[in-house]
């Protein structure tokens, strides 16, 4: 039994009362407070404080005029790569000779040659704009059916992978009917030779017959994705402030982190900045965080987004305070000098405690306090004495007791199976006897009698795996006898398996079951499989049967493991999830799997020191 804690209260309430006799002013923990609110922390604070308040303003005017300049020069450059798009689109919209290059392609009466000379002029077209522009990359001219042209490398052949009609921007590009539609961000995906795809931005339009205005085919203008990208991510705010780009509808459009493309802000409160036409600065909360932003607006309707924490711009400031605040503590540190000299005395004892207390951490419960006075730290170095001596006490208590329990489940486990197993065995003999089978009988009680030398334990309750496979070979002949059947054994045994150690008749039960259970319903031979291989440094062994496996039902109350104490199986099973339990580390798992094929129970099984090859 755990003896309940005692603690010596007379001697602690002698001990309080003396303390609490002395004034308030000469303990040392009082003393030590007032010198550092009054040396360091009341002038400290208020310098800082005044100056902060005084500077603020200015750094952050100074930053946000810097931020806002830079926000408008990356708006004015982004805009002009977008009117690029927005011209080169106009360009081939208004363009009679390639439209008529692309209603000639619909005539039926149009030679082989004749088509191909239109495509190779069309394509050479498209070809030399890209060349009179730094920032178009890909220009394409496609139709839902028939031929579609494209500048570089582009393949009619992943064209061909697509339906047209599928791409929501050629809806859209249906119902404005000529006006452009932008799309955010991404990889073109009908150029370039195999997954090779070019980082692009496109815009496109329908194009028109303007004889009856009908459409004919679709322009896309693909700028250069990448340089567009890098002008965004040059720009600086703050250490980890950036840029993006959102449409009208507060949808991201250009962002370094791909992840977000056509995706809308999240934060509501920078959501409702952006949706603003009246500001193009502001402030806003994310995850309780202050952020500043900018914005400014490009020329095609999208917005230029910049935010930072506000605490990355006040930097500057923060050192600054920084500063102040490391002068003030360096102009009271000879103040102080001679104060802890005087208290070293008083200190030295408190270490000498802290250091017994770092070895209670470590676990080592037999040290004890040499501090010996007549203040508070003395008052704690006999409590934690006290402590420390009921602790180590109570551990081994605790110990004993907790191995006493253990060795009471073993005992209790073994006599659970071992008489189920001397029954059946017998039962099986003395029928063979009342049958007159003297030679199966004979060979049964031979079997038998090598098993239970080899099961009896004189070594100890654990046997390395070969032993185990040893007596499981002795326990199916004895089995073939019982049942009238063959049963095939078939051992794969990884090298250096052999010696690991587990209690005796862990894996008996299992194969028992495998053959009741699996084999004799099916009234013919079958096979149990054995394997072991290594698995980090412990061992795992799967044990498999070829019979009729178990049904769901059975399986799921096997599971439960509470639900299957009333028969042998239950019995046989419980026993190898608690030798699993009390021998092998928390890690070691028993898992078992079943279907029309048999059944596979397999053991993963970890020493408890986490190494070596014992249990």
């Known amino acids: 039994m755990i003896e309940a804690v005692t603690w010596n209260t007379d001697e602690w309430k002698k001990r309080r009362d003396h303390m609490n006799k002395k004034p308030l002013i000469k303990k040392f923990s009082t003393k030590v407070i007032l010198a550092i609110c009054i040396g360091i922390l009341i002038p400290t604070s208020f310098i800082s404080v005044f100056y902060f308040i005084s500077s603020s303003n200015i750094v952050k005017e100074n930053v946000r005029e810097s931020s806002l300049q830079t926000s408008t020069q990356a708006a004015e450059s982004l805009s002009f790569a977008l009117s690029v798009g927005s011209d080169m689109s106009d360009l081939l919209y208004s363009n009679k000779r390639l439209q008529e290059m692309v209603k000639m392609d619909r005539e039926p009466q149009l030679s082989r040659i004749d088509k191909e000379q239109n495509y190779d002029e069309i394509k050479t077209f498209l070809n030399s704009q890209i060349f009179s522009s730094s920032f178009v990359r890909i220009l394409y001219i496609l139709k839902e059916e028939g031929t579609s042209w494209g500048s570089g490398t582009f393949s009619p052949v992943k064209l061909s992978k697509y339906h047209l009609v599928d791409f929501d921007w050629i809806q859209e590009s249906k119902k404005k009917d000529g006006a452009l539609v932008w799309r955010g961000l991404q990889y073109d995906l009908f150029s370039g030779a195999g997954e090779n795809t070019e980082l692009v931005l496109p815009v496109t339009r329908v194009m028109k017959d303007f004889t009856n205005m009908g459409n004919i085919a679709y322009i896309q203008v693909n700028l250069d994705g990448k340089s567009i990208l890098n002008k ?72 230029l987004v910049g935010i930072v924490p506000i605490k990355e711009i006040t930097g500057e400031l923060t050192k600054l305070q920084q500063i102040t605040i490391l002068i003030s503590i360096l102009f009271t540190l000879f103040a102080v000098v001679f104060g802890l000299i005087a208290t070293n005395k008083v200190t030295k004892p408190i270490k000498k405690l802290t250091e017994q207390m770092r070895q209670v951490g470590k676990g080592n419960f037999k040290v004890r306090s040499e501090v010996n006075s007549n203040d508070e730290i003395g008052l704690m170095s006999d409590q934690f004495n006290q402590m420390t001596k009921q602790v180590d006490q109570l551990l081994e208590q605790v110990k004993e007791e907790q191995s006493l329990k253990t060795e009471a489940e073993l005992r209790a486990i073994k006599h659970r199976i071992n008489p189920h197993f001397l029954f059946n ?62 049963f095939d054994l078939q051992l794969t045994i990884e090298a250096g398996t052999e010696v690991f150690v587990i209690p005796r008749m862990l894996i008996q039960p299992i194969v028992e079951n495998a053959a009741f259970h699996g084999l004799v319903p099916t009234g013919k031979s079958g096979n149990i499989s054995i394997k072991a291989s290594t698995l980090n440094n412990g061992v795992k062994i799967e044990v498999h049967d070829n019979g009729i496996g178990i049904q769901k039902d059975r399986l799921d109350q096997i599971r439960r493991k509470g639900e299957t104490k009333n028969s042998f199986l239950g019995i046989g099973l419980n026993h190898v999830y608690d030798s699993v339990r009390l021998y092998f580390s928390p890690v070691s798992t028993v ?4 279907g029309e094929h048999g059944t596979l129970v397999t053991l993963e099984l970890f020493p408890k020191d986490g190494g070596g090859k014992h249990v």
């Open 591 to 594: 898992t078992i799997k079943s």
């Open 232 to 303: 965004i991510e040059q720009l600086k705010l703050g250490k980890t402030g950036h840029f993006f780009v959102v449409n009208d509808k507060g949808q991201i459009m250009i962002d370094s982190n791909m992840d977000k493309i056509n995706k809308t802000v999240e934060n509501p409160d920078l959501f409702k900045h952006i949706q603003n036409k009246n500001t193009d600065e502001f402030e806003f909360k994310n995850n309780d965080e202050l952020f500043y932003g900018v914005k400014q607006p490009l020329s095609n309707g999208w917005s």
């Open 425 to 486: 065995t017998l039962t099986t003999i003395r029928w063979l006897v009342q049958f007159k089978q003297t030679d199966k009988a004979n060979t049964a009680l031979s079997a038998l009698s090598r098993l239970l030398e080899a099961s009896m334990g004189k070594n100890g309750n654990f046997v390395t795996l070969h032993q185990e496979l040893e007596i499981i070979e002795r326990f199916l002949v004895i089995l073939q006898i019982r049942y009238d059947q063959t």
